[in-house]
């Protein structure tokens, strides 16, 4: 492989930087990855390294494949435990729970809901646990759709992080029962930092 003068590219090292050859300097690179070089900068011994700072990309490794431990903000879906997501007149609480499998810290409740019949009116109440740790100032129960409405803008909670293995729970009841064959149903998912 040769620069852009000709001269011939040694390659990458293990940590992304370029070796040149002929006093060449690589000041940068195109936005296809070309190095950009600079010829007879600085007279240099015959094949020496010309050291450069890794591409951008190559910031969140530690070498060439392996990735540093990074943060992302993910979804945590959280179903009920009974099997069902769905509010009626045999079933008027439901505990909503996930399971984390990496260090996950809750921050953004979403609750979404679909009424169905003339009683499906309640509003969802809920206390939130992780793990044994309640995640309210009082232990009153608090209405998860104003809190977890997906269009409200800067409502986010600060909960306790959590370990693999604990279990994120949402007790839910509603504030008027349902009758007949009304339903009530729940989609409720909760946004948080994990380390990945």
Do not use: C
């Not at 936005?31 to 900068?41: E, F, L, N, Q, Y």
């Amino acid at each position: 492989m040769y620069d852009h003068y000709g001269n011939p590219v040694v390659g990458f090292d293990v940590m992304g930087e370029m070796q040149t050859t002929g006093g060449m300097s690589v000041v940068g690179y195109e936005d296809d990855g070309t190095p950009i070089v600079v010829g007879k900068a600085a007279p240099r011994a015959k094949g020496a390294l010309v050291r450069v700072q890794a591409p951008p990309w190559r910031n969140r490794q530690l070498a060439a494949g392996v990735i540093a431990p990074d943060e992302g903000l993910v979804p945590l879906p959280m179903h009920g435990t009974g099997g069902s997501d769905t509010f009626a007149a045999a079933a008027q609480r439901i505990i909503f729970q996930g399971q984390i499998q990496k260090p996950f810290h809750g921050e953004r409740l979403l609750v979404s809901v679909v009424r169905t019949g003339a009683s499906a009116v309640g509003r969802l109440l809920g206390q939130a646990f992780v793990g044994t740790d309640l995640q309210q100032a009082d232990i009153d129960s608090f209405d998860l759709e104003q809190v977890g409405q997906p269009g409200a803008f800067g409502v986010r909670l600060h909960m306790k992080p959590a370990q693999p293995g604990v279990l994120i729970r949402v007790i839910t009841t509603l504030s008027t029962a349902l009758t007949g064959t009304d339903t009530i149903f729940v989609s409720m998912s909760l946004l948080g930092k994990i380390i990945h």
